[in-house]
């Protein structure tokens, strides 16, 4: 049961550093060129991915594995902005290697 704490917390302290890394990265990126809100968007629905990655990875030990609506639902909050923010992260890509070129 410990460990499973320790897990856990060590879970939380690499989600909420990515998530740092992440927006300071889109920060310095918007500074320097004009596709950098695409990486901005990027890091934001990549961190609401996260979290809700997070949600659901703290909530399947408690419930059954069999599937739920709940448990469908959580897993599509976690899909559907982790596609947004690889579109966004695409997207901003090719702006930054069209301007380059």
């Given at each position: ?73 959580r897993l599509y909050l976690f ?23």
């Open positions: 049961m410990e460990s499973e704490t320790e897990v856990s917390g060590f879970l939380e302290i690499v989600f909420w550093l990515v998530i740092l890394l992440s927006a300071g990265a889109a920060l310095l990126s918007m500074k320097k060129n004009n596709a950098g809100i695409y990486f901005l968007l990027f890091a934001i629905l990549h961190s609401l991915s996260l979290l809700f990655l997070r949600n659901l990875l703290i909530s399947v030990p408690e419930q059954s594995v069999m599937a739920s609506e709940e448990n469908t639902l899909i559907f902005p982790w596609f947004l923010s690889m579109a966004a992260l695409v997207i901003g890509i090719l702006k930054t290697r069209s301007q380059h070129l």
